[in-house]
């Protein structure tokens, strides 16, 4: 009946507008999260719209179909003006600093067709996904070419893969990572001369006894019709100071659509007990935003955070290093703070970016005190300062009584003080049975070692008065015999 309930509960809300309903007058959307049953509950807004800017507020025109954005380590902002066929450079204060839209190509001057995706190094050189002229263009600072990567070859290519590059990372060795338009084996891993040396990530599908039987059961035209096994498709990539790679993924099945690569190309990202690391966790078939989040992008902030966007729903999801969801917020919708098309997201200082590519538009996102307060909690945690976060999380439990990452934060403090009976009330509040367990049986050898005297000393007067027993018992015995 409960489950019913829950069913009918979730379907009245998201009949409304696809989303879970939070009555928040000062933000357009609608902002909520997930218990560990995967309850939703409503939250604060941690995240809220502080403005935007198109291209005729920076004086270059109108913005087509803009597909990507970058912010630079010095604060400058990039920005792949797809339609347009150009990028724009913005300075660290927002304001037009250039436009590239062709570079000296061996003496002869070229130009982009349909840029996709960007990313700039350290160093200021500039990665250019060029997709309709099937190439990578490097360019350093100054606008003049560093190196193309095109036509790349390989045993493990087919002979008619045609390079169209849709994004692009670079790592600190200057290694080039290129999601490219139909590559289902993964993302296409680059040395730093432009040479093909295999995959990233690759994401294997697999299939269920029963699929199996029915497509040997099956005829040619049957066959035909069924859906095709094969690894899925890349959609988004950044890269993390240490060279781990933060990819996004297509999953209609709504289970995994972020990934954290290590050199090797293997997916070490870590997930919750639940194993689902894709955006919402509920929706609806059949109707307008229906289906499971679409993440398209990702960016990562730095102490384990890391935050993805929703083009389904026009949601915004942001996750800490164990994979607990953070916060919520965004939208679509007409509204001043929600999308039409989001297709990127970005960090400027502790702002969060997001590229709208239907109204040509970058947003800014500033924390409330609710998600700042999260934040700081949570980068206190990733350095290992539990103690430190308490204040923080008890702020956040002000706030939002139902954050369970509070509890289990308080929880791990108390544990790591030696407090375990306080930190087993915190822990079963968090829903976490690991730590949990560990504060219990902590708790139970306190209880043993602190009442070990008395434990011994009635297991000795135990002993004596059963020996004093059994000695009278044989008396008796033996007396009884003696009379007969």
Known sequence: MKKIFLILFVIVFLSADGS???????????????????????????????????????????????????????????????????????????????????????????????????????????????????????????????????????EVLEEDFVFAPLKVGVDYADRVYVIAKNMFQGIMAFDNNGNFTGFSGTIRVTISLYEKIW?????????????????????????????????????????QSIRRLNPKGQDVIKMKANGKLSGDLWWRYGMEYSGASRIVDIVYRGNGIYTVIDTTRGRVFTYDHEGNLLYIFGGKGSQKGTFKSPVAVEMKDDQILVLDSHRGEIMFFVATKYGSLINQAVSLRYDGDEASAVKIWEEVLELDSNFELAYVGIGKSYLAAGENKKAMEYLKLGMDREYYSIAFKRYRDDILKDNLGYVLTGIIVLVIVQSIRSVIRKRNQKGVGYDE
């Open 20 to 154: 879970m309903a939070y009555a928040n007058s000062n933000v357009p959307y609608h902002t909520y999260n997930y218990d560990y049953w995967e309850d939703i509950f409503y939250t604060p807004a941690a995240y809220i719209p502080n403005g935007s800017i198109s291209g005729t507020d920076i004086g270059v025109g109108f913005l087509s179909n803009p597909q990507d954005i970058f912010v630079a380590e010095d604060g400058r902002l990039y920005i792949a003006d797809t339609g347009n066929n150009r990028i724009i450079i913005l300075d660290s204060q927002l304001k037009l600093e250039r436009v590239i839209d062709s570079f000296d190509h061996g003496g002869t001057l070229d130009t982009f067709n349909g840029p996709s995706g960007l990313y700039v190094t350290q160093k200021n050189e500039i990665y250019i996904a060029d997709t309709n002229h099937y190439r990578v263009v490097a360019l350093k600072e100054d606008g003049s070419l560093l190196k193309i990567i095109s036509n790349p070859t390989s």
């Open 215 to 255: 497509r040997k059961l099956s005829t040619k035209a049957q066959r035909e019709r069924q859906v095709q096994f094969i690894p899925t498709e890349f959609t988004g990539v950044d890269l993390a100071p240490d060279g781990f790679i933060y990819a996004t993924n297509i999953d209609a099945d709504g289970q």
